[in-house]
């Protein structure tokens, strides 16, 4: 049975919009319809920018930073008050294990809000005085001022985290922000506008649009002239279209985008420690993680070792649905997204892949055979110029190759569009600093995976990203640095 049908928050209020038009949410662990959603199209989407440029004229944007970072404050208060409703849309919209998002996707999706308000409470600014020829001198200083109305467009994949990582920043530098949550996974982002209300954040602030991307509320949103930059994470190739619709009005852009990131593990590394930061890269979330491992590397002399042991870790992950407190792996996002990563799990076998655990669908039984699930995989023997080595699955899947020197794995680790993230396993210290340095990569991690510090700068190199999120990073692009230079 299917509940009620999400609607858009715009100016504080839910509204089912005037288009008319509404698509299904549909849970991934059967195939059932969760909900209806309205669809916001042109009309939509601009009574949501109207509302959030009208608020950054509003008390919103008279408030001093410390009346802004105590709402913020509040909001993150609210979010974990409202915890178990939270984590049951979450994990509805997612399929994902409530062990899991309980962890990961709610307190660090409330974390974001404290987080940032406290990077903008400290953030300092710079002054230079200057000499002039009079003798008198001038004084510089910079201010740091909202950047205006910023489109937040998400994915589904983390979908309350990774919205709150750029509505967080974003309120806390005062900005107001339209969102447009990804079509797959509407139901946090909709219930964070209660939160908002209760916290006090002021009608127009926080403004949700419901749709899709082309044609749809995604594309009037980055193409709405009244939008002053734009945040988006999913897709390179959805954030080309974006970055297109930018280049109109010459609009700021912060994208995050995808990956094909590698793990390289050398023969004097823990293998226990290596073993279990590498199974979590490659199959948390379903493989669904930006930041997740599809090419691992492993110094021959350890390689058998180490397929054996990454076999006996997958073919141990325990499949089942949210409410299953033991179960550490859910289904794919969608059935589209199953049918993609079966099309990947096919090529391979094409490929003349050997297949060392997974490749195809688990039997869930009739209940759940409407369900987007899939086998965690692990493959061997492939060329590193092969697609399964080249392009983005957003599966649980890797390629396991050998390499037998350190020169050669970071040639082959770098070898690809992509620049997000890379995980390094050895226990010799040097080695892991001199190796490290010369990953391409915007994140990289030794001897661990997903270590997460707010402060530190994220984002991706080459094709994975433009610009840095995180800490005092987020200032550069929810933030108008100007300098006013006095004359004394
Ligand atoms: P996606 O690009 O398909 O969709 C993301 C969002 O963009 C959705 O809300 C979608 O409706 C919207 N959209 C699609 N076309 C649009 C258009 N033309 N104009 C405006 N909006 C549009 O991505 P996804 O499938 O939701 O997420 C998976 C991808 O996200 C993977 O590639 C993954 O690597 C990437 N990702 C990156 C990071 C990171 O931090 N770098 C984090 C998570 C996910």
Redesign the pocket.
Known sequence: MSGKAVMHFINGEYTPGTSGKVFQNINPVDGSVICDVHEGLKPEVDAAVTAAKDALRGPWGKMTIEERVAILHKVADGVNARFDEFLEAECKDTGKPKSLARHIDIPRGASNFKAFAEVIKNAPTETFPMATPDGTGALNYSIRTPKGVIAV??????PLL?MTWKVGPALACGNTVVV?????TPLTTSLLGEVMNDAGVPAGVYNVVNG???DSA??Y??EHPDVDAIT????????T??MK?AAVGMRDVSM????KNPAIVFADCDMDKAIEGVMRSVFVNCGQ??LGTERVYVERPIFDEFVARLKAGAEDLKVGEPDDEDANFGPLISKEHQEKVLGYYDLARKLGANVVTGGGVPDMGDALSGGAWVEPTIWTGLDDDSAIMRE?I?GPCCHISPFDDEDEVILRANDTVYG?ACSIWTENLSKSHRVAGQIESGLTWVNSWFLRDLRTP?G?SKQ??IGREGGVHSLEFYTELRNICVKL
Do not use: Q, Y
């Open positions: 467009i998400s994915p589904w994949n983390l990774l447009k949550p990804s079509e797959e899709f991307g082309p995604g594309a949103l980055t988006f994470t999913g897709e390179t190739s959805t954030g279209a974006i619709a995050e985008l995808g990956g993680v930006c983005e957003f997000l994220f991706g994975s990203g």
